[in-house]
């Protein structure tokens, strides 16, 4: 559900991903000695190029923007909205996003990814995938600031 907000797209994703697990699990070769934490590894690597590959047939062309590198400054420090959201709360506002800056902040943020893995994987510059990760904490941020505004007008 990170991927795609669209349900249909998300269980043809997990059926694709699995149908490529079992395929591919004789030649499952675990690199570490824990055969779970090998095995769960492989599986969300697998899981995430399923998505990341539905999402590029089916979106014939992602929507990339590149942004100097002073725009690129991190959040400032200090106590997150997100600290007191549940999970579905944050997932619902990262379903908000547009495909191409969802994916890109999923695979930063969520999965771990760096930029030069993000951009060979999507095959776009390190400097458009800072750039969208950059419009994606911006809108995320913007959504957040909505959200408490339309709360605190609720409760008042």
Same mark, same amino acid.
């Given at each position: 559900?990170?991927?795609?907000?669209?349900?249909?797209?998300?269980?043809?994703?997990?059926?694709?991903?699995? =149908?490529? %697990?079992?395929?591919?699990?004789?030649?499952?070769?675990?690199?570490?000695?824990?055969?779970?934490?090998?095995?769960?590894?492989?599986?969300?690597? %697998?899981? %995430?190029?399923?998505?990341?590959? +539905?999402?590029?047939?089916?979106?014939?062309?992602?929507?990339?923007?590149?942004?100097?590198?002073?725009?690129?400054? $991190?959040?400032?420090?200090?106590?997150?909205?997100?600290?007191?959201?549940?999970?579905?709360?944050? =997932?619902?506002?990262?379903?908000?996003?547009?495909?191409?800056?969802?994916?890109?902040?999923?695979?930063?943020?969520?999965?771990?990814?760096?930029?030069?893995?993000?951009?060979?994987?999507? +095959?776009?510059?390190?400097?458009?995938?800072?750039?969208?990760?950059?419009?994606?904490?911006?809108?995320?941020?913007?959504? =957040? $600031?909505?959200?408490?505004?339309?709360?605190?007008?609720?409760?008042?």
């Amino acid at each position: 559900m990170r991927y795609s907000n669209q349900e249909n797209d998300v269980v043809e994703i997990v059926n694709d991903g699995f =149908l490529k %697990i079992f395929k591919a699990l004789p030649t499952f070769n675990p690199p570490h000695t824990n055969l779970e934490a090998s095995l769960k590894g492989w599986m969300k690597r %697998i899981m %995430i190029n399923t998505a990341i590959d +539905h999402l590029r047939r089916n979106k014939n062309q992602f929507l990339v923007a590149e942004m100097a590198e002073s725009h690129l400054d $991190k959040a400032e420090v200090g106590e997150s909205p997100i600290a007191s959201m549940t999970y579905k709360e944050i =997932l619902a506002v990262i379903q908000r996003l547009s495909p191409v800056y969802r994916i890109v902040f999923n695979l930063y943020v969520m999965d771990g990814f760096k930029h030069e893995e993000i951009a060979a994987q999507l +095959h776009i510059s390190v400097g458009a995938s800072k750039s969208n990760l950059a419009k994606a904490r911006a809108n995320i941020k913007k959504m =957040l $600031k909505e959200a408490v505004t339309y709360y605190e007008q609720k409760v008042v």
